[in-house]
């Protein structure tokens, strides 16, 4: 499971693609300069020739990415307090062993796994990296397509 950001670059690019872009963010990342320009250049070449319905659309997928990345930070936060609150109830209640064992096994699971998600999108460097150089090169496009439209209006 990699994190939402990896999943976009994969939909939009390919995997080859974004195993291209993160080995070579990776290699780099201390020349962010060069990282950038290249990545961007890479990108850019991938979105040529694409008409101005297909970027927004494009645009606005990255938007709903970048939306549900803030959202998994913010369900984590009362997932956390959820599973907190139901061990403690759990354990107030008395149970038998057994049940109360395998209660807070499968809570445990549930925190266990929201846990993994937010820190796998918390700490997705190289992915927001690539996102960031993408997002650039979608509104560059856009405002050239429509600075195109708005010369030829003319």
């Known amino acids: ?14 995997k080859k693609a974004y195993v ?5 963010v990776r290699n780099n990342i201390r020349r962010r300069t060069e990282e950038s320009k290249t990545v961007y ?7 040529e020739g694409v ?13 709903e990415v970048m939306v549900d ?5 913010r369900n984590f936060t009362l997932a956390a307090g959820t599973c ?11 149970l038998d062993y057994p049940v109360t064992v395998i209660s807070i096994s499968l809570i445990s699971l549930v925190f266990l796994y929201k ?18 150089v993408y997002k650039t090169v979608l509104e560059n496009r856009i405002n050239m397509k429509k600075e ?7």
């Open 1 to 14: 499971m990699g994190s939402e950001f990896q999943k976009l670059i994969r939909k939009v690019f390919g």
């Open 148 to 154: 195109e439209e708005s010369g030829e209006q003319i």
């Open 115 to 132: 846990l993994y998600e937010f820190l796998v999108n918390k700490f997705c460097y190289v992915d927001a990296r690539i996102i960031l």
């Open 51 to 63: 008409n101005q319905d297909i970027l927004q659309a494009m645009h606005d997928q990255l938007t």
């Open 20 to 24: 291209k872009y993160a080995a070579f």
């Open 41 to 47: 250049n890479e990108i850019n070449r991938g979105l």
């Open 69 to 73: 990345v803030v959202k998994i930070g």
């Open 84 to 94: 907190i609150a139901a061990v403690a109830f759990i354990l107030i209640m008395a």
